[in-house]
């Protein structure tokens, strides 16, 4: 961004936590006019100091900009502070960008309140630390109409090193960046587990390290591969089939067990590996798990449904 672009920029920021502040210095450093809004003045001192704006509402912070970002906790907290008479008016207009981590209900209960209010939306999901902010490994996904994204891309340009406009449909990032996490999240807290099986056996960690992240290639291979089954539909078993990941995740529990640990990771892979057994997908790719999953589910609301007593009629 140009140094004479970037001072004709005015953005709000609501929040100014590790994430909102360290946006918002980013933002300054750049010559963007920012100003911040936090429910404990104090916070914002630091910001002030180096260029940035206070304002002393938020309703004062949303009439300042045309791009507001909010760092706030959660959604449900940014639309209790979005409430009332003054903030009707300040919104109308504006572009109003959520970063919080909040699932595709709430997303979609945020557009139709900035709806009702005259105020675009985008939605943006921060999948970085405060101190990755402005860098090439910082990515941000962003989803709402294109040209509104286009409209304010050199600010997300700015923030992050990799925007990407997930998709139109407002709640596409809360899609994303929930599932991102899952995956992420459920291999890092297996690591940790493992971790505990190999120290308490005795082994050198650095060793397990070694290995661990040597079988990372093939984790890449098996994870396009189950996407690919899933989209194609073709969950042919032709290498390992669910039946034998049921039996071997229980050798493996064993072998926890005989060092006197519980893997909770293996327990609900055994779940999930059963589950799919039981749902006639023994002897297909273990890729399976994911209909089993979306089949058991909607067999549970059609219980549930079954057992709901009939409306009266009156």
């Known amino acids: ?12 920021i609501l929040g100014t936590g590790a994430m909102g502040t360290a946006i918002a210095k980013r933002l300054l450093s750049e010559g963007t006019s920012v100003t911040v809004w ?10 002030r100091d180096i260029g940035a704006d206070v304002a002393d509402s938020a309703d004062a912070a949303v009439s300042a900009s045309p791009l507001v970002i909010s760092c ?8 209790q502070v979005l409430r009332g008479p003054e903030m009707t008016t300040a ?12 699932s595709p209900a709430d997303v979609n209960l945020l557009s139709e309140f900035a709806r009702l209010r005259g105020c675009n939306q985008l939605d ?6 405060p101190a990755q902010v402005g860098s090439d490994q910082a990515v941000m996904y962003i989803a709402g109409p294109e040209e509104l994204y286009r409209a304010h891309a050199p600010v997300f340009e700015s923030i992050v090193g990799t925007p990407l406009l997930v998709g139109t449909d407002i709640a596409a990032a809360a899609v994303l960046y929930n599932a991102v996490w899952t995956f992420y999240y459920s291999g890092l807290f297996g690591f940790l587990e493992a971790l505990a099986f190999v120290k308490r056996s005795g082994m ?8 661990a992240l040597a079988s990372t290639p093939d984790l890449v291979r098996q994870v396009r591969d189950a996407a690919h089954r899933v989209g194609t539909g073709d969950l042919g078993g032709d290498q390992a089939a669910v039946a034998v990941y049921v039996d071997g995740f229980q050798t493996m529990r064993n072998a926890f067990g005989e060092v006197g640990l519980r893997s909770r990771m293996l327990e609900t892979l055994s779940e999930l590996s059963s589950l799919a057994e039981a749902g006639g997908y023994g002897r297909a790719d273990i890729a399976a798990v994911t209909n089993a999953v979306i089949e058991e589910d909607a067999r549970q609301r059609q219980r549930q449904r079954q057992l709901e007593p009939e409306p009266q009629i009156r």
């Open 204 to 211: 050198d960690p650095e060793v397990f390290v070694d290995q």
């Open 124 to 129: 943006g999901k921060l999948m970085f630390y």
């Open 72 to 79: 706030l906790l959660s959604t449900p907290v940014l639309i």
């Open 38 to 47: 936090n429910r404990s003045k104090e916070k914002t001192i630091g910001l």
């Open 1 to 12: 961004m140009s140094e004479s672009s970037a001072k004709e920029r005015r953005v709000s």
């Open 91 to 102: 919104l109308r207009g504006r572009t109003l960008v959520d970063t919080s981590t909040g």
